[in-house]
């Protein structure tokens, strides 16, 4: 029996009350908010970070986001966001974020970023490639969905 890797690292947030909808929830928006703080975590963490971008010029570009709501984010609560590299090419990172608040999964993200240099998608620097190969671990059963309906048989 195969047991989860550790996250690659952990950002941590409370729900701030602007944050809250006409729901009284939540609103979808901040989700992404605390997830993208989440991400720069890990730009961090594989060497993609503040002093990277001012060396370099250099970044990482949202290229494709998918967002799984799971369950709703009350008031006041304390955010959770783990997150772990699932694929690479020499361009692009793949990330998977989980969304945690007192304890119980409140919604995922799939990130696809592509490294960018002079506005051209560009190779990682060997010495970033190397911190997201030791990194990486492999996709979960979540990663990849898409969103499906019922394929109609004829239009109208």
Not at 85 to 98: A, Y
Request: hydrophobic residues 35%.
């Amino acid at each position: 029996m195969s047991t989860r890797p550790s996250p690659l690292c952990t950002w941590t947030e409370d729900v701030r009350d602007k944050w809250i909808d006409y729901n009284g929830h939540l609103s979808e928006p901040y989700y992404v908010l605390v997830l993208g703080h989440a991400t720069d975590e890990v730009m961090d963490a594989v060497g993609l970070g503040p002093s990277y971008r001012s060396s370099t010029g250099s970044s990482l570009y949202t290229v494709e986001a998918h967002v799984r709501y799971l369950d709703q984010v009350s008031p006041g609560e304390h955010l959770e966001a783990r997150s772990w590299v699932i694929g690479s090419t020499e361009k692009l990172l793949w990330i998977w974020h989980e969304l945690y608040a007192g304890g119980t999964l409140r919604a995922t993200e799939e990130i696809l970023g592509v490294h960018v240099t002079d506005s051209r998608a560009s190779a990682f620097p060997e010495e970033v490639a190397a911190r997201i190969r030791d990194a990486l671990v492999a996709p979960g059963p979540n990663a990849s969905r898409s969103i499906r309906v019922g394929v109609p048989t004829q239009c109208h």
